[in-house]
């Protein structure tokens, strides 16, 4: 069923990345971090980033320290 | 029930200007209030000097200092409250529970840098000095041996690698130059036997200098991430990463369609 619907859009089935990698989601790790916010600052959403609902929800809140302590910008309209 | 003590991280954030003395305060009062609870630390250090994402209180950079101990929760909250009660000199500050585990793996990973940075040096005096005596006995080959084909190939190989700025052997291979100059100044330049010579060498070479970041890339790129996080020089790498990983994703779910 899946497999269908991704063949007629040519969308590909992505699997998380921090499910198959060793890599730790870390606040302080701002490289990582600013690889999931988008142009205008916001948190990449699930179905772009491809996270598991697990992961996601652990970038997510890693993302919101990472600006609470300045090293991410909230928004682009300072 | 009795409490035990727990892990934590705290990252603060103090004015660029901040006296040392104060400072200096500060984290002695951190360090009582852990003792007092206790608790060690296992880790102060100071993290980055950067630029701030946003203004805080007008300041647009700050330096950042990282701290990790082990400690009682009670500990955590005094901790806090010195923090907050210093808030014209903390400009910002989160303390996070983490694990022994991540200390542990944390303190091993630093270790381990350090040993491979060691390691590296090392590795590269070794060169040198290898390289100098490679030098040496090159030089006296090409005393002795005056071919012209082979000087030649020499030549080509200046040419190709000076905008690489390798390190291998240039006094030799000024030296063949020179003869050339000297022995053989109409020596045609497009002689097949010699163009495939100088072919060898160059492909002999270039491996050696890439041969050790392909092994390296993934666990550098982690590295850089976390030690150096105003370098945003490894981004291009995910989409790649991404793009093969999608692939596979792709060509599984193909696979199942076509059986089902
Ligand atoms: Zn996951």
Same mark, same amino acid.
């Given at each position: 069923m899946d497999s269908r619907r991704d063949r007629r859009y040519f969308t590909k089935k992505k699997v998380c990345r921090f499910c198959t990698e060793p890599i730790e989601i870390d606040y302080k790790n701002v490289d990582l971090m600013s690889?999931?916010?988008?142009?205008? =600052?916001k948190i990449v959403p699930r179905r772009n980033s491809g996270l598991c609902a697990h992961h996601q929800r652990q970038l997510s809140s890693a993302i919101k320290r990472t600006r609470f302590m300045a090293l991410l910008p909230y928004t682009v309209l300072h | 029930m009795a409490v035990t003590p727990n892990y934590y991280e705290t990252l603060y954030i103090t004015r660029p200007d901040i006296q040392e003395e104060d400072l200096a305060k500060i984290q002695q009062k951190l360090q009582d209030s852990i003792s007092a609870h206790q608790g060690e630390i296992i880790k102060a250090d100071k993290w980055a000097e950067r630029g701030l994402a946003y203004e805080i209180q007008d300041y647009k950079r700050g330096i950042y200092y990282i701290l990790v101990f082990k400690a009682l929760p009670s500990a955590c909250a005094e901790i806090e409250k010195h923090l907050s009660f210093y808030n014209t000199d903390i400009l910002r500050f989160i303390t996070i529970k983490t694990t022994e585990e991540a200390v542990n793996k944390e303190k091993a990973a630093q270790e381990k840098a350090a040993e491979e940075a060691a390691n590296k040096e090392k590795a590269a005096q070794e060169k040198a000095t290898e390289k100098a005596e490679a030098e040496k006995a090159e030089a006296q080959k090409a005393e002795s041996a005056k071919e012209p084909a082979v000087e030649f190939a020499a030549e080509v190989e200046v040419v190709e690698e000076t905008p690489e700025a390798d390190k291998e052997e240039p006094a030799v291979e000024f030296t063949a130059e020179v003869e050339v100059v000297e022995? #053989? !100044?109409? #020596?045609?330049?497009?002689e097949p036997a010699v163009e495939f010579t100088a072919e060898v060498e160059v492909i002999e070479e270039t491996p050696e200098a890439d041969k050790e970041e392909p092994a390296v890339e993934f666990t550098a790129e982690v590295e850089v991430a976390e030690k150096d996080?105003? #370098?945003? =020089?490894?981004? !291009?790498e995910t989409p790649q990463q991404a793009e093969s990983a999608e692939e596979e994703a792709s060509e599984v779910t193909e696979e199942e369609g076509e059986t089902k």
């Open positions: 690889r999931f916010i988008t142009d205008r =600052k | 022995e #053989a !100044p109409e #020596a045609d330049k497009e996080p105003e #370098a945003d =020089k490894e981004e !291009p």
